[in-house]
């Protein structure tokens, strides 16, 4: 299953499209234009170049155009709720190069190189953003521009962002290489509460085990089993947060061979015990 090219649909011909998110998510793909996306009322794991990671309400996302990325959403009784988020879409071409090399919009020229890393915001630039994405959705004309351009200074004068793809991490346009890598993405997200061996994931991969490794590590800048304990740590966060299930049950349920290793894996990515985390949330 190749990274699927998503067309982007500007349904008014405008430069910038706003759009409430109604899908359940994990279709791994990419697109020229940048996107900004503000999950409301879901969460669960997000997967963007080389990063995952849980997301939940009022999660804010800002990346550049190709770079290969999914929301698996985790829904009760198969279900998500309506309008569960909002996604903003532009090209570069709409603000142009112009515009951008004046000095009024430096800090708007370094945010869109940041992008190229993908950038995640607190909760509180969220939910500064949000009036203005709910507005942006309806709005147009001149009032649509407004609206991205007071979501653009939220993002540019917020203090508390951070980046989301490691900074060795580098997409590669190679169509074969690009393949493997989704392919090996998509097999992980769907059968990692399963053993997956260095054998097996290799063969996804059509490579030999140590060329594998390799090249795994290369584009992916985490080795395979470091990669494959941080997806499963991290539903094992979810479900410790989100439901009463026995430790022991969500080891098992998220693929750990046993409730020691569990623990370790556990420990060493969020740096306490199952237990311990939990505790928090009560």
Request: proline share 2%; glycine share 6%; hydrophobic share 35%.
């Amino acid at each position: 299953m190749v990274a699927e090219l998503e067309k982007i649909l500007y349904d008014d011909g405008g430069g910038f499209r706003a759009a409430y998110i109604n899908d359940i998510g994990g279709m791994w793909h990419f697109h020229p234009e940048y996107e900004l996306v503000l999950n409301i009322k879901s969460n669960g794991t997000r997967i963007i170049g080389d990063s995952v990671e849980l997301f939940d309400q009022y999660d804010m996302v800002f990346i550049a155009g190709n770079i290969p990325h999914c929301w698996n959403y985790y829904r009760q009784d198969g279900t998500l709720p309506e309008k569960h988020g909002i996604m903003v879409h532009f090209k570069l071409a709409s603000i142009g190069d112009a515009l951008l090399s004046q000095h009024e919009l430096h800090s708007l020229k370094e945010l869109l190189n940041e992008a190229e890393r993908g950038i995640v915001f607190s909760v509180e630039d969220a939910r500064k953003a949000e009036k203005h994405l709910l507005k942006m959705i309806s709005n147009k004309g001149i009032d649509k521009v407004i609206d991205f351009f007071n979501i653009i200074q939220i993002m540019c004068t917020s203090e508390k962002r951070g980046y989301l793809c490691s900074d060795n991490y580098k997409l590669a346009f190679d169509e074969r290489g690009n393949k493997r890598m989704t392919d090996v993405y998509n097999y992980i997200r769907e059968n990692y509460f399963k053993p997956i061996s260095l054998e097996k994931i290799s063969k996804i991969a059509r490579m030999s085990p140590f060329a594998f490794s390799r090249y795994f590590k290369k584009n992916c800048g985490a080795g395979f089993v470091e990669y494959l304990n941080r997806v499963r740590t991290n539903k094992a966060c979810y479900l410790l947060r989100e439901t009463e299930y026995q430790v022991h049950d969500i080891a098992v349920e998220c693929g750990f061979a046993s409730i020691s290793n569990f623990n370790k894996q556990f420990r060493k990515t969020e740096g306490i015990s199952p237990r311990d985390y939990r505790a928090q949330f009560k």
